[in-house]
Nanobody, 122 residues
Framework: QVQLVESGGGLVQAGGSLRLSCAAS????????MGWYRQAPGKQRELVAI???????NYADSVTGRFTISVDNAKNTVYLQMNSLKPEDTAVYYC????????????????WGQGTQVTVSS
């Protein structure tokens, strides 16, 4: 099992910044990727940003240029720096990660964090 613990959400005014963190712990042989998704009320969960073990980053078009994803591999922690926040960024943000459990099993197990609320006021 792998546990993902998020922190850093909160209430901020439009134009402000927040930094989310997500620490992974448990049965991890190797991390394949970690990322952030969000779900606003009445909407489907959507990808915000993802980073692979090789450092490849992908962002949703709506956050490109405003959000930056980074990872501390030694700490198995992924960060999401969110700048120039807009009211439409309001959502519950979920951390997600794909992990290998052992050197003998190449399959990935995927886990979710519990979510952290981000609210941007206008």
């Amino acid at each position: 099992q792998v546990q993902l613990v998020e922190s850093g959400g909160g209430l901020v005014q439009a134009g402000g910044s927040l930094r989310l963190s997500c620490a992974a712990s448990g049965s991890i042989f190797r991390t394949n990727d970690m990322g952030w998704y969000r779900q606003a009320p009445g909407k489907q969960r959507e990808l915000v940003a993802i980073i692979t073990i090789g450092g490849t980053r992908n962002y949703a078009d709506s956050v490109t240029g405003r959000f930056t994803i980074s990872v501390d591999n030694a700490k198995n922690t992924v960060y999401l720096q969110m700048n120039s926040l807009k009211p439409e960024d309001t959502a519950v943000y979920y951390c997600n990660g794909g992990f290998r459990k052992s050197a003998y099993d190449a399959s990935l197990s995927r886990y979710w964090g519990q979510g952290t609320q981000v609210t941007v006021s206008s």
